[in-house]
């Protein structure tokens, strides 16, 4: 670590300590539907809370915690499980559990530029830097496992597969780069063109990746890498999302842009399906939760106005939208990340947890009914070979019961 890093990680270990992490309010045990974090230029990053009415037509939004990160501006919020990281152009990544409401700590030395981006998956962060390199964290203990370095300039995003064996790239030396998790190094690098590329996503199913430009989105397949649909905008592009409408059983991308709209996108034709004036500034940043059935659409503007959207009701009307709720948060906001209030989280691991174990019931249950009928079979020919000796020897003694008398009646015949 450089004399400049230790003293921004001295002053950043001042900011605040662990008793004056959180307000008092957040200690109380409230159960949020979901929860929206947006770091700002302010260098704070605000958590709001998300609460359905009973019909479920509207969101009431409270702030849950205001911190003071860092001692730059935050570029990137990532949630990973129970934890929240963010990165700055102080060089540093800070660490929170945000279900225990407690300070985890601040990794830095490992990068010498502004962090970018940061992606967790399972038991693993990625982190990306201006300084051209991707570092891989394990997040059980957070040790340092290994740094993955081929931009030759700074890194823009990354997106790690749902499958969590390989990850993209992308940087500002117009590259995209896929790294193979597994050996920890490049596979193949695919050189896209003249624009430089700001963010890659994965659809859920992993068949398929987009990669933004400034006014333009392309959409690649796995396969051969190669572009099948292009989406065109006429403003520049801030922010999308993939997210997949249950009701139309269809995969979209949703962007915020420079003209203060969002636009819903069909990723099989690259049409626009969906526009609506959603801000009075420029649209920074969008998250989507799934919620209760819902699919919500968070977006917050460059001046800190934070707004949730139903997606599923803005496919299926037309016109103006209203909002389900909103959060002025007075700040210039850089980046925004959300997910499912922690109760409902439990929730859904004890049902998945259950589901496994009844998946895993079945298969050891029809595992030992495959084993007795194999056995069961083995068993049955010594059965059937038994009974056949069996009868080939009563057989044998009717026989030598009945040759004596005959023997006897030849013997008196010579007589």
């Known amino acids: 670590m450089t004399d400049a890093q230790m003293a921004k990680q001295h002053i950043l270990d001042s900011v605040v300590t662990a008793n004056s992490l959180l307000p ?9 539907d979901f929860r929206i974090v947006v770091g700002t230029y302010e260098r704070l990053l605000y958590g709001i809370n998300g609460f359905w009415n009973e019909d479920k037509t509207k969101v009431d939004l409270q702030p849950i915690f205001i911190i003071p990160a860092h001692t730059g501006c935050i570029r990137t919020v ?11 152009t102080d060089e540093i990544i800070r660490l929170y559990d945000i279900k225990k409401r407690k300070e985890y700590g601040s990794l830095g030395g490992h990068h010498s530029g502004d962090i970018t981006d940061i992606q967790f998956h399972g038991k693993y962060m990625l982190s990306a830097s201006d300084d051209h390199s991707i570092n891989l964290w394990r997040t059980k203990d957070w040790e340092f496992l290994k740094n993955l370095k081929s931009h030759k300039g700074r890194v823009n995003s990354m997106a790690i597969h749902p499958t969590g064996k390989i990850a993209l790239s992308v940087g500002i030396d117009r590259a995209c780069i896929v790294w193979n998790l597994m050996t920890g190094r490049k596979a193949s690098v695919n ?14 199913t992993g068949d398929k990746y987009a990669i933004m430009f400034d006014k333009t989105i392309n959409i690649y397949n796995v396969a051969d890498a190669k572009a099948s649909t292009t989406i065109t905008h006429t403003s520049r592009i801030h922010s999308m999302q993939y997210f997949h409408s249950k009701k139309n059983d269809k995969d979209y991308i949703v962007t915020g842009s420079e003209d203060k709209t969002i636009r819903i996108w069909d990723v099989e034709t690259g049409e626009c399906v969906r526009e609506f004036l959603a801000h009075k500034l420029r ?4 998250t989507v939760v799934d919620c209760d059935d819902k699919l919500v659409l968070g977006s917050v503007s460059s001046d800190g106005l934070i707004k949730c959207w139903d997606l599923e009701q803005a496919l299926a009307t037309e016109g103006e939208l209203e909002p389900l709720g909103e959060f002025n948060t007075k700040c210039r906001a850089t980046c925004i990340t959300s997910h499912v209030g922690f109760a409902k989280m439990d929730a859904i691991a004890a049902e998945e947890a259950a589901a496994d174990a009844a998946v895993a019931k079945e298969e050891k249950a029809a595992q030992a009914k495959k084993i007795e009928e194999a056995e069961t079979k083995k068993v049955q020919p010594k059965k059937a070979v038994n009974a056949k000796k069996t009868v080939e020897a009563k057989k044998n003694v009717e026989t030598k019961k009945a040759k004596p008398p005959q023997k006897k009646k030849k013997v008196a015949a010579k007589k």
């Open 283 to 286: 649209v920074k940043a969008v």
């Open 191 to 204: 050189k896209l063109g003249r624009e430089e590329p700001m963010l890659v996503l994965w659809n859920s």
């Open 24 to 32: 008092t309010s957040a200690l109380l045990n409230v159960q949020e």
């Open 78 to 88: 990532a949630i990973g499980g129970n934890f929240l990281a963010s990165g700055s």
